[in-house]
């Protein structure tokens, strides 16, 4: 491995490898029972009836293969996100299927035809006020659909032109009725209330939005980040107020990702000369408005530092990964670097994988030996799980968060 750093806080060597197909900036994994969940694009992204595609179940400890969902007989099944409630697995595929999953059954439960692809990770929230958890996706061209969780009847359709629909909803109660709403992207950024999937409010954006939303809660505050593709990385309120931004280069397909206390958000860019990984200096001192005059506050409210120069698509997670008491951000680019940015230092290592990669990582402690592990999905079609023992404090774990909906309670 090449190392552009004093000592390297990754192994040279993973645990184990498993092929599993291609993944996509929109992939996330999860962890159940004893498991790695991961949706595949198959061998060949373009391919119609790919026996590789559908959902891996993978042993945490073996990495040997020990279920696979395979899609309908005919037809593009590929999957990229997932989302567990109630002990249901919910994902949806190219074949423009939403599936509900039982996991103690291991058998359908329900599934429901939309007009196009499902691109993006499903949000669960709390829709109805029942005790069964429901789920949203972003459907391709198509708006947000809203299923009951237990039925999978259609609570509503919010009919928004979401572009690719590769948008992955962030859940949070926006106006505190006691029903969880969602932040989406599409050709604007929307906020839906989560009872009927009328419109918040809206952010109409000059390009598509690829990136998922990133909420932040803190004691005092709660703050929205967005990014769009052609380069707006945007702080909004509850209400939709923009507090700040800043333009952060072209292809904008990651999301924003947080660290601890320090403040500093990560996001990365795939196309012209700001390709690479971004680390931004957030002061949440925010920006105030007087009598349509800026003035600043205690703080500017974004600064930037890039690495590297090759296309990157994937997000970052974020963890102490070499115990130095600061939290490290480890984002993959496409030709076979993953960055592991010291954000308060402005240095990277680089690190030389096995393959590029456009998914996320994912860390924890999936088979309880007391180490974190990180899981790499690269695009030679093989899943990777490094051990990391020096690695300690995950802030943000996967592409959408500790919870899986892109919030975050920061705890201060």
């Given amino acids: 491995m090449s190392i552009g750093y004093s000592q390297s806080s990754f192994p040279s060597d993973y645990k184990w490898k498993v092929k599993i197909g291609l993944t996509c900036y929109r992939t996330n994994m999860l962890y159940h029972n004893g498991n790695i969940l991961i949706g595949s694009n198959g061998n060949d992204r373009n391919s119609d009836n790919d026996d590789a595609d559908g959902v891996y179940f993978i042993d945490a400890n073996t990495g040997s293969v020990t279920h696979q969902i395979k899609g309908l007989s005919i037809g593009d099944n590929d999957v990229n996100g997932l989302a567990i409630a109630n002990d249901i697995l919910y994902y949806g595929s190219d074949r423009n299927y939403v599936y509900a999953y039982d996991l103690k059954l291991k058998q359908e439960k329900w599934k429901y035809q939309l007009p196009n692809n499902l691109e993006s990770v499903p949000g669960i929230a709390n829709l109805n006020g029942d005790s069964i958890m429901d789920v949203v996706f972003n459907c391709e061209r198509s708006g947000i659909y809203a299923f009951d969780g237990a039925t999978g009847d259609t609570l509503w359709h919010s009919e928004l032109y979401t572009h690719g629909g590769n948008s992955s909803p962030a859940i949070y109660d926006l106006n505190k009725d006691g029903i969880d709403d969602l932040v989406c992207g599409g050709y604007a950024q929307w906020a839906l209330n989560g009872k009927d999937g009328s419109e918040l409010w809206y952010q109409k954006k000059s390009s598509g939005v690829h990136g998922s939303p990133l909420i932040m809660e803190f004691k005092d505050s709660v703050r929205i980040h967005t990014v769009a593709s052609y380069g707006d990385y945007d702080i909004f309120d509850l209400e939709g107020n923009r507090i700040g931004g800043v333009g952060a280069g072209y292809g904008l397909f990651a999301s924003p990702v947080p660290s601890g206390k320090s403040l500093y958000s990560c996001v990365s860019t795939s196309w012209g000369s700001r390709s690479g990984v971004s680390s931004f200096s957030i002061d949440f001192n925010d920006w105030v408005y007087e009598e349509g005059k800026k003035r600043m506050g205690p703080g500017e409210t974004i600064q930037y530092k890039g690495f590297g120069k090759s296309k990157a698509c994937a997000s970052a997670v974020s963890l102490d990964v070499d115990a130095d008491g600061n939290v490290e951000f480890l984002i993959p680019d496409e030709n076979g670097t993953?960055?592991?940015?010291?954000?308060?230092?402005?240095?990277?290592?680089?690190?030389?994988?096995?393959?590029?990669?456009?998914?996320?990582l994912f860390v924890g402690d999936f088979d309880g030996d007391g180490i974190i592990s990180a899981l790499y999905s690269g695009l030679d079609g093989y899943?990777?799980?490094?051990?990391?023992?020096?690695?300690?404090?995950?802030?943000?774990?996967s592409f959408r968060g500790p919870n899986n909906n892109g919030t975050i309670n920061m705890g201060f």
């Fill in 338 to 360: 993953l960055f592991i940015i010291h954000p308060e230092k402005e240095e990277a290592e680089e690190i030389t994988m096995p393959s590029g990669a456009e998914a996320t």
């Fill in 383 to 397: 899943l990777y799980c490094y051990d990391l023992p020096k690695a300690k404090s995950i802030v943000w774990n």
